[in-house]
């Protein structure tokens, strides 16, 4: 088997008559950090949002082209809900659901299907040791989630998302929201993960991108401008707007 | 500071100090002229008698209590369901349409509503004068009131967890089953505050429902009803003046009864924040 999860071909996107992805070729391997950097506004995040489908909800939004998910075109398939959670999303702002810590995590498996409790319990703790959360909430489990500081309900989100068993873990900027200690906890999580998950992950800080991705795509108006190994791009870069940007004179 | 300065703020000061008093005093005065006849036996457990000189508001209590629940009834559902397209469902630009349909309503008299309802409900549905024909009325003008204020607790909801449920692999449905649970306090207000404001109305039933008087409860849908405003008005403007007090004391009630309900809003805001 290839280790090739996502194949994004010839992808167009557009909001109204607006193009915000632009021809974009791009093929994504399985267990590593992919990081998808580039200034506000270069469709990073659209590119991702493609990923799991999640831009369907936006009224306008239109797609060209091709995203093969383990050689099956996503925009084809036929059980959506199973696909996303397989390929499953967490956002920039911590968006815990309004009820308990246990519930948050329990939410995704309620909602496939696995409702016995002991089950629930086992999952639980199991999703919320993987996000390196477990000592922290164990004894508020039963406590409302808005209560957990920024870094934890991030991670809260990480593990309501790890506990639906995905392939795929897509982060949406997660640390913006959040103070630089929250953010070493989540981007050593993220390192981890990686051993177990294909992690793609946005990302506005470039310092970010260098420090945990295998592998950085660099867009610039809504255009690919390279992609490959983290280190090699980040010494040496083939093309102009990504040494500008890598050295801090846009972005 | 100018002289000038300070009395305009003095007389703004006066002014406002003025208007204040003026409400406070208008509801102490409805308080306290009715208060005392709470006390007569059988004020709340009697029907009335001799040209409703003497006897209780029996009827008219457990016949508003009635209505109300019907109105929830019908609100609830059709008024939610509404909600959740104008949030949720519609497209923007029809969602602003149907939302300024709904705000337009809301500043429709409410005797233009009677009307309506005498015309559709009684006579062309042929419902007569009846509890049903009163509480769809009544229902008529609460939904487009429900939908108004509620709808912006739902909008309220952070888009970023609608998506963090789609995101999940959840449904539609199940998203919107989120968002409500994320806004249920504030549906609850809305949901308070129209129903208080369905109980205070008295021109949509005194055409379609109420009757000034009858020897029974409503025991079916079919059956006319006595309500506490509409007996009022009654009171007011058939009877005598050994027949006032009786007026005066549901009167008292009913702002008793509206003052608790902006309380528990209040109440149910403040939880809302913490």
């Known amino acids: 088997m290839s280790d090739v999860v996502f194949e994004i071909k010839n992808l167009y996107a557009y909001y109204g008559d607006h193009c915000v992805l632009n021809d974009i070729n791009l093929k994504i391997r399985s267990k590593r950090i992919t990081a998808i950097m580039g200034p506000s506004g270069c469709g990073k995040s659209t590119l991702l949002r493609c990923l799991n489908r999640l831009n369907d909800l936006i009224p306008d939004f239109s797609l060209k082209g091709q ?45 496939h299907g696995i409702t016995k409790k002991s089950v ?22 039963k406590k409302p989630a808005v209560q957990l500081s920024g870094g934890q309900q991030q991670r809260l989100c990480i593990a309501r998302a790890l506990a ?68 090699v791009i980040a010494k040496t870069p083939k093309h102009e707007v990504t040494r500008q940007f890598l050295t801090g004179k846009i972005g | 500071m100018g002289q000038g300065v300070i009395a305009l703020r003095w007389t703004l000061r006066i002014i406002t100090y003025a208007v204040f008093a003026i409400m406070v005093l208008t509801l102490a005065i409805i308080v306290v002229s009715g208060l005392p006849h709470f006390f007569r036996p059988g004020f709340f457990t009697e029907w009335p008698r001799r040209a409703m000189s003497e006897g209780g508001i029996f009827p008219m209590l457990i016949g508003s209590l009635m209505l109300m629940a019907l109105v929830f009834e019908v609100s609830i559902p059709v008024g939610l369901i509404g909600t959740i397209f104008l949030s949720e469902i519609a497209p923007r630009k029809l969602s602003m349409v149907l939302q300024s349909l709904a705000a337009t309503m809301n500043s429709v008299p409410s005797i233009v509503y009677g009307v309506f309802g005498l015309s559709f409900f009684c006579v062309r549905l042929s419902m007569g004068t009846s509890l049903i024909s009163a509480s769809l009325t009544l229902s008529t003008m609460s939904i487009p009131f429900f939908m108004n204020s509620a709808v912006e607790f739902l909008r309220a909801v952070p888009k970023e967890l609608r998506e963090g449920v789609i995101a999940l692999g959840a449904s539609k449905l199940q998203a919107t089953l989120m968002v409500l649970r994320a806004s249920r306090n504030g549906v ?27 020897t029974k409860l409503p025991v079916r849908l079919t059956d006319p009803v006595m309500t506490l405003p509409t007996s009022i ?16 004391g549901m009167a008292s009630l009913m702002v008793l009864i509206t003052i608790g309900v902006y309380f528990l809003v209040q109440l149910m805001r403040r939880n809302q924040r913490e």
């Open chain 2, 233 to 248: 008005y009654a009171i007011v403007m058939n009877l005598g003046e050994e027949s006032q007090w009786m007026a005066k």
């Open chain 1, 67 to 111: 995203i093969l998910f383990r050689g099956q075109d996503i925009y084809r398939i036929s059980n959506l809900t199973e696909y996303r959670r397989r390929v499953t999303m967490v956002f920039q702002k911590p968006n815990p659901f309004p009820m308990s810590v246990f519930d948050n995590v329990a939410y995704g498996l309620r909602i």
């Open chain 2, 188 to 214: 609850l207000t809305s949901l308070i505050l129209t129903l208080g404001r369905a109980f205070s109305e008295t021109a949509p039933i005194l055409v379609t429902g109420a009757v000034f008087y009858t």
């Open chain 1, 120 to 141: 629930l319990r086992e999952k639980v703790e199991e999703a919320l040791r993987k996000a390196a959360l477990w000592d922290e909430v164990k004894d508020k489990l």
């Open chain 1, 164 to 231: 639906v068993e995905p392939e795929v873990l897509l982060l949406d900027e997660p640390t913006s929201a959040l103070d630089p200690i929250a953010t070493t906890k989540i981007e050593r999580l993220l390192e981890e993960l990686a051993e177990q998950y294909t992690v793609v992950i946005v990302t506005h800080s470039m310092g970010q991108a260098l420090r945990i991705s295998d592998e950085v795509v660099f867009l610039y108006e809504g255009k690919l401008i390279e992609y490959g190994d983290t280190s």
